[in-house]
């Protein structure tokens, strides 16, 4: 073997071993981020009532997010969770002002419930540090837009909102859908 063909079978293994190694930290990196509970009622309740409390969740106005594309089908109500985020330095090093969004679904069964929060989305105002899916291990925008310092407090600040998310629908969800919006007074 003279060394022009070793070269090629080097450059060769080199590029099956570049192309194997992006493809298993490619599915490394895809592993979705979501939350979700089942909440078991301890009276019997029946699942139109609490679709009918899921759907009230969803028409209620928020201060802290915004919350649009309702629809309910069948036993479950989905919308999408707009929050708003910018960073908190003065002159910062990435600007990621923008949106947060994410998908939150909830199923009714007799006397229990289940919530799920995902498909969560970072897209900036400006378009050019944009997140993206927030399962990338790399943002959509690049490391070196947005590094991974920023980029893991912007997930954890996006988990932060959707655990708010859990808890509003559960306080939601404790209450008849007949005494939603009845003032004590």
Known sequence: ???SSMQKSFIKILTLFCLLYSLTSKAQA????KITEVITLSD??????LLKRAVNWVKIENPKYGKSSGVTTGSKAECVATFSVKPKELNPECDYTGKITMKVIIECKDSK?????NQ????????NTSGGELENVVPSCGSMAM????WKKLKGEALKY?????????ETMKVASDDLGKEDW
């Open 120 to 127: 969560m989305k970072h897209t900036s105002t400006s378009g």
């Open 113 to 117: 419930y289940r919530y799920t929060v």
């Open 162 to 170: 959707a655990g708010s998310i859990a808890s509003n629908i559960k």
């Open 30 to 33: 895809n592993k979705e981020i």
């Open 44 to 49: 019997s309740v029946p699942s139109s009532e």
């Open 147 to 150: 590094n991974e310092i920023i």
């Open 1 to 3: 073997m003279n060394g």
